[in-house]
């Protein structure tokens, strides 16, 4: 009996996710057999060629060109649009694309053709892409080869760090359904398709398919529909994703018809063994842990939840059978995890650690085992610990006993904006490898902070910012601009903090959103937020309204600040950062943060549009 965990599209193609090889370092603790396969990469190997450019825009001019005439001959008008059938709104805002694109003299799509496949080996070159000339430039290629093979597809578009699905259809299930039959909204339809072997599939008789963010809702169904179909293994879907709509996907029965045969709710490590064993006809279905399935009479059932994972006890990742070559990074950051859950739980707008039953962190010893373990197995020495965030008390032991150890790695995570953070523990932090820390900064104004439910002392941050520039570290932090009731002037202190690059080295920029699995759900009314407006059956976010303000505004206004903010610091390597984390890290570990911060680019970027 054989388990197989996939990572579908789309995610960020530069390392491997932790999810799958976590599984399966848990099924051969249990002497069970599991593989992994990252469809993730393979597409972006795949998508990424000379030939998908040329075809794409050959496909987009015949469209434009045929649909021109029907244009000009109705006069379609943007204050009808919504009146126009579905089909007749996507196929204008496709030919809004293709104008825009075809108007436009930056890109020419038959030089971004013969770059293309150069372009993805620089990013795997150990020395090109050390190069942060090549390195950028390759970048703008690669952006520009995934706009241009969007064409036809649009206005769904693939993206380096995004998948944005066609506007004109919803969240809800029926639009979800259709959009995961038809090829000519869903460009994963035709490559899934001509991709998948059934034969390479025959042998499993159970395939977990891991959903963890929005981007990868509908090529991750759409592959698993396509599975289902063309497989006789037992289909389950699982990740945090997952979780966040599970009361949802109980609704529709039929779900479990098309799309899988049943799916796992919340941390996967105890319950994906019990669901093999239940596959292999040891246990009834009944007893598997954390499961939604439909049984025998067609009533949806909710199994009893997986027992509360301890740490220690679990198996270290495995990531072997992995062809790390395909990964866009010269130099691979392999991911660990050293605590479930956030210790803190409390910030009002977050649902990150949702579906991770409680905080529990790893003994130091067990950890640093653990990645001692994976430096000698795999060779790499760069890491990211993917925790919610690590408390600053144990990172200090952690990192003393890396030193005493003398283990020679490069890491970074997540990190509260914590007093525990002191110079002394910094310092240790850097020592033991440490190069930048992401930190948790969200808003100037200390009455938001509060509103936030941030449990921090705002006052400390600077302080901890310089203390941690002091030692050598890079200071990236995250922030949220539009949290309700926030005022102009609140929103442009967070700014400006944002351009004090000095202090605040890359940036995360965000705008609220209010989700449905986060603490402020339940007290909007008083958060003065209106019209709230569900986003559909398999979104996670709803829209609302905040002092007249709709979610559509408070995003665009967002995204024009940030447009702004990177074409002014266009000559700097990462002023922001959404997803280039790892590249960041590895460029640190090398050239340390002062070289980093104080490079000038020559080349001249041109995609300033993030998601
Ligand atoms: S924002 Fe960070 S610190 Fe706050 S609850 Fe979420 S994971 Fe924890």
Partial sequence: MKTLFILPPQWYPMNPYLSAAQLIGQFKKNGMHAAARDLNIEFFNDILKKKNVLSAVKEAKEFFESFAPEVKANGYCEEKFNEYPRELQTKLLRFIACSEFFSQNEINAEDIAERIEDAVSVMKDKERFYDPEQLFEAKDTLMDALRIISLPFMPSRIMLDNFIANPVYGYDYEDIKLQCSDSNLNMFVDYFNEKIKTEDFAEYSLIGISIFDLSQVIPGLTLAKYLKER????????????????????????????????????????????????????????????????????EIRETETAPLLDMDALAPPCFDGYDFGKY??????????????????????????????????????????????????????????????????????FAL????????????????????????????????????FAWGYEAESERIMKLINKGIDCSYRKTLLEDAKSVGLWNMCTFMLGYPSETPEEAEATKNTIRNRDLVNSCTPSNFALKKNALLIKETDDAGIKDIVDNGDFHISCNYVING????????????????????????????????????????????????????LKYKKHNFNGT
């Fill in 549 to 600: 303000n709709p979610t559509k505004n408070i995003k665009k206004d967002r995204m024009t600040f940030q447009a702004e903010f990177l074409r002014q610091t266009a000559d700097a390597l990462w002023s922001l950062s959404f997803t280039d984390t790892d590249h960041i890290l590895l460029y640190l570990s090398k050239y340390g943060a002062e070289w980093v911060y104080n490079y000038k």
């Fill in 231 to 298: 497989t006789n293994a037992h289909i389950t879907l699982g990740g945090n994703y997952i979780y966040k709509i599970r009361e949802s996907l109980k609704k529709f029965p039929e779900f479990f018809e098309i799309f899988c045969d049943s799916v796992q709710i919340g941390d996967g490590e105890i319950a994906a063994v019990t669901l093999a064993k239940a596959i292999n006809g040891e246990i009834p279905i009944d007893k598997v842990y954390s499961l939604i399935y439909k049984d025998k009479n067609g």
């Fill in 401 to 436: 006993e890396v030193i005493r150890r003398g283990l020679k790695i490069n890491f970074y995570s997540f990190a509260r904006m914590e007093k525990g953070f002191t110079k002394e523990v910094l310092q240790n932090l850097y020592n033991a490898g440490a190069r930048f």
């Fill in 328 to 397: 866009f990074s010269a130099d691979i950051v392999l991911p660990v995890q050293l605590s479930k859950s956030c210790y803190w739980a409390k910030c009002t707008f977050c649902d990150f650690y949702t579906g991770q039953q409680c905080f529990d962190i790893k003994s130091v010893n067990h950890a640093v085992d653990e990645i001692q373990s994976l430096v000698e197995k795999y060779g790499f020495r760069h890491f990211i610990i993917a925790d919610e965030a690590v408390p600053p008390k144990y990172y200090n032991q």
